[in-house]
């Protein structure tokens, strides 16, 4: 049985109420180092392997956007907090195939880094009568696709970006991107904000930068991040290694 099973729902909601305040404070002092207003960040929480009574206690917590990189794991979790003012974010790596099932429940999907994705995704709003906010991601590995983490390469983004504005049931929100592994998030986020930049030269409305996770955030507000992507800070560590 893990942390988490052995809480009743009370010391969950407490727990949870602790890691929300102290991921909060960070967001505050980054912002202030920044010389950034708060208002600007969109704090999403991961919830990939912890259940749905956690994203209710954080939507009574007041939080209202949940992240899931897992279609198998986020539809039914959507369904079952169907009932909750919830922004549901699609964070992972999709498969075309999958694009009709995310596209049934995710408002935000970040992770679009190629046209075979683009037209599935489009085919799928429309098919749901839906508008789907896509962002495209961004390789910030210098080997190509790194760990096979997907992305885009940043010369390959422009044209991505203007395939997602012009497609039927979606709408451009911006770009997303991962730190490399073990290395310095600092370089490659301010390379993403020159690459988010050049995104709203031709789209000014793409305003979206989502960059930054419990241990980067720091950094990622610092380089203009708009979305941060947090789940060890706010919900503990992993239940299980979900494969």
């Known amino acids: 049985m893990t942390h988490q099973e052995h809480l009743t729902p009370e010391q969950r909601r407490a727990e949870l109420a602790e890691g ?7 967001i505050a002092a980054a912002c202030a180092a920044a010389g950034r207003d708060e208002a600007e960040i969109t704090l999403i929480a991961v919830t990939k392997t912890f259940p749905a009574s956690d994203v209710r206690l954080l939507a009574g917590l007041g939080l209202t956007d949940v992240g899931e990189n897992r279609d198998q794991e986020a539809r039914p979790k959507a369904a079952e907090c169907a009932d909750l003012p919830l922004t549901w974010h699609f964070v992972g790596r999709l498969q075309s ?5 995310v596209a049934g429940y995710a408002d935000v999907v970040h992770s679009v ?19 789907l906010r896509c962002l495209v ?17 940043p010369d390959a983004v422009p044209g991505l970006a203007d395939e997602i504005a012009g497609a039927a ?35 000014p409305g793409a305003r979206i930068v989502s960059a930054g996770m419990s241990g980067d955030l720091e950094q990622a507000i610092a380089c203009g991040a708009t979305h941060l992507r ?3 800070a706010l919900l503990g560590g992993r239940r299980a290694i979900v494969r």
């Open 20 to 26: 929300l305040a102290a991921v909060r404070a960070r």
């Open 97 to 101: 195939n999958k694009a009709r099932a």
């Open 113 to 131: 880094d190629r046209s075979r994705l683009v037209s599935a995704l489009s085919e799928a709003a429309v098919r749901a009568d839906r508008t």
């Open 137 to 153: 991601q961004v390789s910030l590995d210098e080997e190509e696709a790194a760990q096979g983490r997907g992305g885009a390469a």
């Open 169 to 203: 049931g979606l709408e451009l929100g911006g770009v997303m991107a991962v730190a490399p592994l073990g290395a310095d998030p600092l370089p490659a986020f301010t390379r993403l904000a020159g690459v988010a930049g050049e995104v709203r030269r031709n789209h």
């Open 230 to 232: 947090v789940g060890t």
